[in-house]
């Protein structure tokens, strides 16, 4: 409505040139809008906004919304989110305190050491489950075992539509890459959700068995590959996830590790993987990227080494295996250490709330955040840990534990208290002198598994695992849920406690290995010494079954194939091997039948079909 002859915008107000005007704002909208896909995601990202409804107020075409949404494009004030880029580490099967940073003397681990010094060191972190696929699921999402569905490192996968960090990170505008150095983390499982780049390039050779917790890829070539992807500049902010896997048995550390630490394979596979934490700081650093990052290492878990008679990890929960490095740094926040109890669950939302993010309703961890400041936290982290292996793969009862206050109680058959102050390597169990403290224990451990388990849309048994999946496979396998932590057979019998057959593990596991090596008969010597004590279980003859395959023993092969399959009819596996059995001596009928059984069960095995 100014005058003719007045101006707006420095353009004269004259009738032909209003028109120009007119036009020129349809010049200025269309250039914009052709430029629109090419930042949509970053003006999304900056005003928080989904990308849907940017694109409507495109559309709209009003100058006002038109004007703020190109206003997003420059820098804005303090109150935006910090655009930290982010690097996640994740050592598998490390010990803190094989460590030089928490006080482990005979080691060289002068990287993380130094990330130590830049950051604040978690003394008392703990995983809530000591197995690769389930504990870092539940590090990519917040959530306890109990909620994710992920208790196993077999028949398991992250649900589609999960909320993972790198999900989130993604839709608020951050470029995604992940380096993998095992495929027990395959995309498979479901973990490759909401990254750009999911690199797990794995040669299984199309076998259908395969030990995937035997395949390694080196920390140095999985370095390599996050280093090639860092200079292909890609779109700033990043989120990077590097997954060392060298401490994680079999330990054959490479030269000059090799020599250094003989005799101490363990600690030589620890100092390589401290190596490459090493270069991914260089490459950071050179590349402009590492002071404005926030920078996060732990372990997944960690390494029994013999104690408890435990060689490994997978089996029990005692802190040999739950206790985890754990090493966050924000960029602006002073080097601490902090002494608080925290669990894997509480690093998701801690880098959440270091970008200012909301946090999703999903996640059951906390924000550490304010330890990582130096001040106090509001609420304690839960403690819980499970150990499901042994139900699942031997008919065992499973372990479930919680940490609270010094004090660490194990739910199983015959349950255990520790005074983890006193008698931190768990020697010396409490139970039966200290049953008011158990109580407590317990029925804090009840009220928490009944909190963070998805409701099942019917009740559950006081103290049963309530995962609908979980029920279900318990269930085709003839187990029962019943109260005060166990499970029973068919028959009502109680299943035994893990503690009472861990000798039994420990050949079986070493009868893997034997395997994986091609040392058959070794191996079978080993199955058969553990089916003495048990005569009936599914995983000792499939695995015998395997051995006597190998040695080209064909009838004892389909045999115990035809025992497992009675014991575990949806065994797909089992009725392929059973037809590859039947075949190799000329028992066409009988194979046919067997790989017709492997197609009902898995309609998708290409080997069974051809």
């Not at 590097?242 to 590790?257: F, G, M, Q, R, T």
């Not at 290995?513 to 005569?535: C, F, I, M, V």
């Not at 059973?578 to 059984?597: K, N, R, V």
Request: aromatic residues 10%; proline residues 7%.
């Amino acid at each position: 409505n100014t005058p003719s002859g007045q101006t707006t915008f420095g353009i004269p107000n004259t009738v032909s040139q209003r028109r120009d005007r007119v036009e020129l704002r349809r010049i200025i909208v269309l250039h914009y809008s052709l430029r629109w896909n090419m930042w949509r995601k970053a003006v999304a990202a900056r005003c928080r906004l989904r990308s849907a409804e940017i694109s409507g107020m495109f559309r709209s075409k009003h100058p006002l919304a038109i004007f703020a949404l190109l206003m997003l494009g420059f820098p804005r004030a303090a109150a935006e989110r910090p655009a930290y880029d982010v690097v996640l580490i994740t050592v598998d099967t490390l010990r803190p305190d094989h460590l030089g940073c928490y006080g482990y003397t005979s080691i060289q681990t002068p990287h993380i050491d130094q990330l130590a010094r830049a950051g604040a060191r978690f003394t008392q972190a703990f995983t809530p489950v000591p197995i690769t696929l389930p504990a870092h699921t539940s590090l990519l999402t917040g959530a306890f075992p109990l909620a994710t569905g992920v208790h196993d490192f077999t028949g398991n996968r992250v649900s589609s539509g999960t909320a993972t960090l790198a999900r989130i990170l993604h839709d608020h505008g951050y470029s995604t890459a992940a380096f993998i150095g095992a495929p027990v983390l395959d995309s498979r499982f479901g973990l490759n959700q909401g990254f750009d780049t999911y690199f797990d390039h794995f040669d299984l050779g199309g076998r259908e068995e395969v030990h995937l917790d035997a395949i390694k890829r080196r920390g140095d070539q999985v370095v390599d590959e996050a280093q090639k992807w860092l200079k292909l500049n890609p779109r700033q902010p990043v989120f990077l996830w590097v997954h060392l896997y060298d401490p994680h048995a079999p330990y054959s550390p490479p030269e000059p590790y090799a020599g250094r630490y003989r005799g101490r394979p363990y600690d030589g596979e620890i100092a390589f993987a401290d190596a490459q934490v090493g270069r991914l700081m260089d490459a950071l650093t050179q590349l402009g990227l590492l002071e404005k990052s926030l920078v996060v290492l732990v372990s997944d878990h960690g390494e029994s080494l013999g104690e408890h008679g435990e060689k490994t990890h997978g089996f029990f929960v005692y802190n040999a295996t739950l206790h985890i490095a754990c090493i966050v740094k924000v960029p602006g926040a002073a080097p601490r250490v902090v002494a608080d109890e925290v669990s894997l669950v509480d690093v998701m939302p801690t880098v959440l709330q270091a970008l200012r993010i909301p946090i999703p309703s999903s996640v059951q961890g906390r924000s550490l955040l304010s330890l990582v400041a130096g001040r106090s936290a509001e609420n304690p982290s839960n403690l819980y840990a499970e150990s499901y292996p042994p139900l699942l793969h031997f008919g065992w009862n499973l372990l479930r534990s919680l940490e609270w206050r010094g004090w660490k109680y194990i739910e199983t058959t015959r349950p255990e208290l520790y005074d983890t102050r006193t008698d931190p390597k768990e020697l010396k169990s409490l139970f039966r002198t200290q049953q008011t403290v158990a109580q407590e224990m317990s029925n804090r451990l009840r009220v928490l598994v009944s909190r963070y388990t998805p409701a099942t849309g019917a009740p559950a048994t006081e103290n049963a695992p309530t995962d609908l999946a979980l029920l279900e496979s318990l269930r085709s396998l003839g187990y029962i849920a019943v109260s005060t932590g166990t499970i029973t057979d068919a028959s009502g019998k109680v299943l035994p406690d893990p503690k009472d057959r861990i000798q039994v593990y420990e050949l079986v596991s070493s009868a893997l290995t034997d395997d994986e090596q091609g040392h058959y008969a070794e191996s079978l010597r080993k199955l058969q010494q553990a089916e003495k004590t048990e005569p009936h279980s599914r995983t000792i003859r499939f695995l015998m079954a395997g051995d006597y395959y190998h040695l080209n023993d064909f009838p004892h092969a389909a045999a115990y194939y035809q025992s497992v399959l009675q014991l575990d009819p949806k065994n797909s596996v089992a009725a392929y091997y059973l037809g590859l059995s039947q075949l190799a001596p000329g028992d066409l009928d009988g194979a046919e039948h067997a790989f017709q059984h492997a197609l009902e069960l898995d309609p998708a095995s290409f080997s069974a079909a051809f």
